[in-house]
């Protein structure tokens, strides 16, 4: 794990007892998501700060994914209101505990941003999410997406409006790539995130059924898909105006997801059991690319 890589001379990461950095890193292993290797790049402190961040999202999430009974999933997401809350107090009870409280101070984290992931876990936790209204899917997408990029762009280093506007932009941009990519999966699943008006302009019903096959997702994917590039246009103008080395997680992370979409435009949605993926030697392209811009 990363804190075993570090000089021996070196005082641990954040403060914390090396245990509990691992705690966190394991969360992140465990996942098995590409993000561990994609926070190398950070110093000791932020990459251990944006690995506390993540476990913090992917433990509520789990509990949102659960297929235990609704009611059972909004107690345990209540449980981590109440988690949060004591870290803001100064009270760490264990490990993750520890290193995400020492996050907070040292990043000056907000518990806003915390609570709409938490309220965003909910959404799911409370049934699944079918055909929301507009206003609904902008909401879903500024918690589950925007409010971990606002936590994540003062974990980079830049605590700025326009980082902030960064995060708005950059999480809808994500948020839309992946709902779009995963149309197919989430009706298996019971869920739709597409927009319900949407779907009535094309003549689809609001039901996960019946989208996969629809001849109209076409459509309405390639409409959602250029919302998603006008996020990203917006998120690239706004992290030109903020630290340039603090955005650069951010760059590398709307570069991939461009890529994803863009993959996905070419593709098409006639076909959306195919999820699309990047190939390794894109993906080391892209991230060449992002580092050095």
Same mark, same amino acid.
């Given at each position: 794990?990363? =804190?075993l890589?570090?000089? $021996?001379?070196?005082?641990?990461?954040?403060?914390?007892?090396?245990?509990?950095?691992?705690?966190?890193?394991?969360?992140?292993?465990q996942?098995?998501?590409? @993000?561990?290797?994609?926070?190398?790049?950070?110093?000791?402190?932020?990459?251990?700060?944006m690995?506390?961040?993540?476990? @913090?999202?992917? !433990?509520?999430?789990?509990?949102?994914?659960?297929?235990?009974? *609704?009611?059972?999933?909004? #107690? #345990?997401?209540?449980?981590?209101?109440?988690?949060i809350?004591?870290?803001?107090?100064?009270?760490?009870?264990?490990?993750?505990?520890?290193?995400l !409280?020492?996050?907070?101070?040292r990043?000056?984290? &907000?518990?806003?941003? @915390? *609570?709409?992931?938490i309220?965003?876990?909910?959404?799911? *936790?409370?049934?699944?999410?079918?055909a929301?209204?507009?206003?609904t =899917?902008?909401?879903?997408?500024?918690?589950?997406?925007?409010a971990?990029?606002?936590?994540?762009?003062?974990? @980079?280093?830049?605590s700025?409006?326009?980082?902030?506007?960064?995060? $708005? $932009?950059?999480?809808?941009?994500?948020?839309?790539?992946?709902?779009?990519r995963?149309?197919?999966?989430?009706?298996?699943?019971? &869920?739709?995130?597409?927009?319900?008006?949407?779907?009535?302009?094309?003549?689809?019903?609001?039901?996960?059924?019946?989208?996969?096959?629809?001849?109209? !997702?076409?459509?309405?994917?390639?409409?959602?898909?250029?919302? %998603?590039?006008?996020? =990203?246009?917006?998120?690239?103008? *706004?992290?030109r105006?903020?630290? $340039?080395?603090?955005?650069?997680?951010?760059?590398?992370?709307? %570069?991939?997801?461009?890529?994803?979409?863009? %993959?996905?435009?070419?593709?098409?949605?006639?076909?959306?059991e195919?999820?699309?993926?990047?190939?390794?030697?894109?993906?080391?392209?892209?991230?060449l690319?992002?580092?050095?811009?």
């Amino acid at each position: 794990m990363g =804190f075993l890589r570090a000089r $021996h001379d070196e005082a641990p990461a954040l403060g914390c007892d090396p245990a509990d950095l691992a705690a966190v890193e394991r969360v992140v292993v465990q996942s098995g998501t590409s @993000f561990g290797k994609g926070m190398r790049i950070l110093p000791p402190d932020r990459r251990y700060g944006m690995y506390a961040v993540y476990a @913090f999202c992917r !433990l509520v999430d789990d509990v949102a994914d659960d297929a235990g009974e *609704a009611e059972d999933k909004c #107690r #345990r997401l209540e449980e981590w209101r109440a988690r949060i809350a004591r870290l803001y107090a100064g009270e760490a009870r264990d490990g993750i505990d520890r290193v995400l !409280l020492a996050t907070i101070r040292r990043f000056d984290l &907000r518990q806003d941003d @915390f *609570a709409a992931v938490i309220d965003g876990m909910e959404m799911d *936790a409370r049934g699944p999410v079918i055909a929301p209204d507009e206003a609904t =899917f902008d909401l879903y997408c500024d918690r589950v997406a925007s409010a971990v990029g606002r936590l994540s762009v003062r974990v @980079f280093g830049d605590s700025s409006a326009e980082a902030d506007k960064v995060a $708005h $932009h950059l999480g809808r941009a994500l948020q839309i790539t992946n709902i779009l990519r995963d149309v197919a999966e989430d009706a298996r699943l019971g &869920r739709l995130y597409l927009p319900r008006e949407l779907l009535e302009r094309f003549g689809i019903a609001p039901e996960p059924a019946a989208v996969v096959h629809a001849p109209a !997702l076409e459509q309405v994917g390639r409409i959602l898909a250029g919302r %998603a590039h006008d996020h =990203f246009r917006a998120a690239a103008a *706004a992290m030109r105006r903020c630290d $340039h080395t603090a955005m650069r997680p951010a760059r590398l992370m709307g %570069a991939t997801y461009a890529a994803i979409l863009s %993959a996905q435009e070419r593709q098409g949605w006639g076909t959306p059991e195919r999820r699309v993926s990047l190939s390794r030697p894109r993906k080391v392209l892209i991230a060449l690319r992002a580092l050095v811009s």
